[in-house]
């Protein structure tokens, strides 16, 4: 079984201002890691995703994640936010991609919001 | 390109009436399908799930089903709603890397 813990609920930044959002997971078996964003009554977007290789990941929007096996967390950064960045963001993880179709782990979400 | 679009973007509904959401995807074929629902204030919950045609697989026992009557088409069903159906429903298809692609999203209010 897998699962993920998003530590922050809410985290309000000024603008401009680098932020941290942070994920972490817990399985027994290697894993794919990705976020999505998801602005006010809009469906859920891909940000980024790990499958394998580099541990920095890049994503759109000027994000990045990055993957640490160790302490087992996908902590998604950004070195400058904009106001509209304000948004959900989701940090989920998948199983091998064998097996299962029901295998995507959802964390509860982080809330964003981008102070002027 | 692969696109997923569901309808009705918004509906209220009274109590005990039937409910019915729809889901189509483009571009793609033999996708599995997934329907999400976030209450308010809530994380995502994965409902049903659908590796083919007529294939379903329920995550939580409630008031909803699903069916799936073509490679493309996933629907999302009530026969009588309560109040706490009320929320933000979401199909989503699953992608060749393990990711999700959602759909814009449908909320339903309960009244």
Known sequence: AQSVTQLDSQVPVFEEAPVELRCNYSSSVSVYLFWYVQYPNQGLQLLLKYLSGSTLVKGINGFEAEFNKSQTSFHLRKPSVHISDTAEYFCAVSGPLSGSARQLTFGSGTQLTVLP | ?111
């Open chain 2, 1 to 111: 390109s692969q696109t997923i679009h569901q309808w009705p973007a918004t509906l209220v509904q009274p109590v005990g009436s039937p409910l019915s959401l729809e889901c189509t995807v483009e571009g793609t074929s033999n996708p599995n399908l997934y329907w999400y629902r976030q209450a308010a204030g809530r994380g995502l919950q994965l409902l049903f799930y659908s590796v083919g045609i007529g294939q379903i697989s329920s995550e939580v026992p409630q008031n909803l089903s699903a069916s799936r009557p073509q490679d493309r088409q996933f629907i999302l069903s009530s026969k009588k709603l309560l109040l706490s159906d009320s929320g933000f429903y979401l199909c989503a298809w699953k992608g060749n890397t393990g990711e999700l692609f959602f759909g814009e999203g449908s909320r339903l209010t309960v009244l």
